[in-house]
């Protein structure tokens, strides 16, 4: 009886510990953190707030957002574990065409500023965010469109 008693308390422990590594997975499937563009470089201007997006993931922002043309952003860390940051955005509404795009390394709750948009000033459609590093660069990767969502950005 004891046995089974303590083989019991085991499976429900084992279960309770499977339950939280799995809340931690999901954890890394959205992003914590959050992507603030503005319309003037050095973050300057109107701003517009994205939130709860997923790594890796194309997003379109709305006309509303592109009509008063981005030109810098503000990246905002809140996930303790990931420290390893992609942010591209492209002129392409589908995370195409032209891009610009930042590798870089943060810590939780610190910003990483990016003061202007080397060749897409004004001219912003789409973005990704990714969890882990790659070049810092710009180019064009075509007209090949990925599948994007729209964004949870807001202005205020």
């Not at 981005?70 to 860390?77: G, M």
Request: aromatic fraction near 16%; glycine fraction near 6%; charge should be negative.
């Amino acid at each position: 009886m004891f046995k089974s008693c303590i083989l019991v308390g085991l499976a429900f422990a084992i279960g309770a510990v499977s339950a939280v590594g799995n809340e931690t997975a999901n954890a890394f499937n959205n992003a914590e953190v959050a992507l603030n563009f503005y319309t003037a470089w050095y973050n300057e201007g109107d701003p517009t707030y994205c939130l709860d997006f997923k790594f890796d993931q194309c997003y379109t922002l709305t006309n509303r957002i592109i009509a008063g043309g981005l030109s810098s952003a503000r990246f905002n860390n809140y996930d303790f574990w990931v420290r390893r940051f992609t942010i591209t955005v492209y002129s392409g509404s589908n995370c195409n065409y032209a891009y610009d795009r930042w590798s870089f390394t943060t810590t939780q709750h610190t910003s990483y500023i990016i003061n202007q948009f080397p060749t897409l000033n004004d001219n912003v459609r789409s973005f990704k965010v990714a969890n882990f590093h790659t070049s810092t660069d710009s180019g064009n990767i075509g007209a090949e469109p990925e599948e994007a969502a729209m964004t949870t950005c807001f202005q205020k």
